[in-house]
């Protein structure tokens, strides 16, 4: 299981984003993130923790280990107002996401 | 470039199968999985099932064995989800999502089909 916090984060332009995911089990590093806008398919961002993918904007970070991981969004653009979601892979395999964190203009 | 293609738009009643169809382009068909995620409407991705289009060997969410099938046609590089049964409880978009190599994660996105289950 995934939690995500929080489920909402208002925040301004410009502002740091701190979003937090949390595994229920030590995870095997196989953890992302995605971004989702309204009416559109999700978009990879990081993908092994701290990997952004391509094309992904350098103020996009990932981090931790363990059960608690951070994506960091350094400075924020009006572009990244979005739906953001992690993901774990487990050796089954099989795949989970967590219940999302919607990150709203303040 | 990469690029998922989905089937379009599907309305069925309860009970019925639906079948989606996915055809990957820009990338050689069977070095990579395909993966079914879905979204209900207003909620969170739950992910469904994958293949192996080299192998043709698939695997599912405990959620959906017995209900779900994907299989693939290799000869015009198109993935296939079928889903049995259903219920307004399937009401949702279905994405196909190519697997990154060696991550656990879903680089490549088709567009989405949303199946309606409604009497």
């Known amino acids: ?106 | 470039q990469v690029q998922l293609v989905q089937s379009g738009a599907d309305v069925k009643k309860p009970g019925a199968s639906v079948k989606v169809s996915c055809k990957p382009s820009g990338y050689t068909f069977t070095g990579y999985f395909i993966h079914w995620v879905r979204q209900a409407p207003g909620q969170g991705l739950e992910w469904m099932g994958r293949i192996n289009p080299n192998s043709g060997v698939a695997s599912y969410a405990d959620k959906f064995q017995g209900r779900v099938t994907v299989t693939r046609d290799t000869s015009i590089s198109t993935v296939y989800l079928d889903l049995d049964g259903l219920t307004s409880d399937d009401t949702a978009v279905y994405y196909c999502a190519r697997g990154g190599a060696g991550t656990g994660a879903f680089d490549y996105w088709g567009q989405g089909t949303l199946v309606t289950v409604s009497s």
């Open chain 1, 1 to 106: 299981v995934l939690t995500q916090s929080p489920a909402t984060l208002s925040l301004s332009p410009g502002d740091r984003a701190t979003l937090s995911c949390r595994a229920s089990e030590r995870l095997n590093n196989f953890l992302a993130w995605y971004q989702q806008k309204p009416g559109q398919a999700p978009r990879l961002l990081i993908y092994d923790v701290s990997d952004r993918a391509t094309g992904v904007p350098t103020r996009f970070s990932g981090s931790g280990s363990g059960t608690d991981y951070t994506l960091t969004i350094s400075s924020l653009e009006p572009e990244d107002f979005a739906v953001y979601y992690c993901q774990k892979r487990d050796n089954s395999p099989m795949f989970t996401f967590g219940p999302g964190t919607k990150l709203e203009i303040k």
